[in-house]
């Protein structure tokens, strides 16, 4: 974790950067969050991500403490008040912090608005070279997994999950047995025809800013990309598998259930775009 965080119009370290014990988004989870990844000291694709916290705001009736274009000031004050070339960004929203406890929405309570910053570095990670495990588990979500809400206790459930079992994500799988998504990612499989799928948007998953930026790089390799819902069965079987997020850009998956994708190393169509992603974050289009 990185020194100063935002709380509410003031900049302070970490160590005393407070919210009330009455915050909604402490009690009831009743709050929506962001996190943007941070390339030679530049947000990536922050546009999206800035559309993405505007809709979980609406569909939830939170209001926005500060309109966009001034949260996006505030982030960039974290990532040079933070001195940070590389990581990632957080933020968070929540309906704020009542006299009391009570369900309903309150009446004349200002959202709360958080920021803060975490140095990582993601254009080298280790997990690129190696891939990563995967793990199965259901998901146990609510039926809105398009708003990006911090209740995230299914996937705190699931990551530790795939942790427990030596690996480094978990698919969430729903009731029909398709996977949904990742606990923090979105999940893609090739096919051995090199068909490229991934789940389409609906409010089963969270509508990926990576997912997007590389189902268009992708189409520009002149890749087929088809939207459609996967089984475990087919991921198992797919000639490669990977998983993109902010968080992470893309990793290759190298095993499922502890079944070995492709020859058990990351693919090259993997390995393709996740070089050709942090090019594009890195040049004009994708940072901002
Ligand atoms: N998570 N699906 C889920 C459930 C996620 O939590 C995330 C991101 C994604 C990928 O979305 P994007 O490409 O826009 O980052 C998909 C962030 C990184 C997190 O919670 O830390």
Request: with cysteine; proline share 4%.
């Amino acid at each position: 974790m990185s020194e100063i965080a935002y709380v509410n119009g003031n900049y302070a370290p970490i160590a005393e950067a407070r919210v009330s014990i009455l915050d909604r988004g402490f009690l009831f989870a009743d709050g929506v969050y962001e996190v943007a990844a941070v390339i030679g000291g530049r947000l990536i694709d922050n546009g999206a991500h800035l559309a993405r916290l505007e809709r979980s705001l609406r569909e939830l009736r939170i209001d926005s403490p500060l309109p966009m274009a001034r949260i996006a000031d505030v982030e960039a004050e974290i990532v040079a008040r933070n001195g940070m070339d590389e990581g990632l960004v957080y933020l968070q929203i929540t309906r704020g912090a009542a006299a009391d406890r009570d369900f309903g929405f309150p009446a004349d309570v200002a959202p709360s608005l958080v920021a803060f910053a975490q140095k990582k570095n993601i254009t080298g990670s280790p997990a690129a070279e190696t891939g990563v495990k995967v793990l199965t588990v259901p998901d146990l979500r609510w039926a809105r997994r398009d708003i990006k809400s911090t209740a995230l206790l299914a996937q705190v459930l699931a990551k530790q999950a795939a942790v427990e079992g030596g690996c480094q994500e978990a698919w969430m799988v729903d009731q029909d047995g398709f996977v949904t998504e990742g606990s923090s990612s979105t999940a893609f499989i090739l096919t051995e025809t090199n068909v490229l799928i991934t789940r389409p948007n609906s409010t089963a998953i969270l509508p990926g800013c990576t997912r997007n930026a590389v189902q268009l790089i992708a189409k520009r390799q002149g890749l087929d990309v088809e939207e459609r819902r996967f089984s475990v069965a087919e991921a198992c079987a797919a000639k490669e598998a990977f998983l993109t997020s902010a968080s992470n850009l893309v990793l290759p998956v190298v095993s499922i259930d502890g079944r070995r994708i492709g020859d058990g190393a990351p693919g090259d169509t993997s390995r393709l775009l996740r070089r050709l992603y942090i090019e594009w974050a890195t040049n004009a289009a994708g940072a901002g």
